[in-house]
């Protein structure tokens, strides 16, 4: 908006920049995780049951991957959204669709209501 772009472009921009991120973080996960494991995990013990896992269980149970995507743009950022849904070991095409919905979903209302902001702040 800053930019001087008419709503539809602002919104083209909106959904590309989460998509593009959802896309790098599920389909570039293996090399992330490798990248990982080399530099960061040097034999680092996991616990099976702690409060973050405790936590992504109910999460999972409760909003499924419906619920992580329609609050990755509000709740999450779209990496963390992405993360979490590779966690839960959902398949990588449904991710990237199901956050394509939910970003076409919230692009167009954050769009909107930022626009009419402007709007009523003109005016």
């Known amino acids: 908006m800053a930019l001087g772009l008419l709503w539809y472009e602002t919104f083209l921009c909106t959904i590309l920049g989460m998509m593009a991120t959802v896309f790098g973080m599920t389909f570039l996960s293996n090399f992330f995780r490798r990248i990982e494991i080399r530099f960061f995990l040097k034999s680092k013990k996991k616990t099976p049951f702690n409060k973050r896992n405790r936590w992504a269980i109910k999460v999972r149970q409760r909003l499924g991957m419906w619920g ?21 070991r959902y398949p990588k095409g449904e991710i990237f669709y199901k956050m394509l919905i939910s970003a076409l979903i919230w692009g167009l209302l ?10 009523l702040w003109v005016a």
């Open 110 to 119: 954050m769009v909107y209501f930022f626009y009419y902001i402007k709007e």
């Open 68 to 88: 992580v995507a329609l609050l990755t743009p509000i709740l999450f950022t779209p990496p963390i959204g992405a993360i979490l849904a590779l966690a839960f």
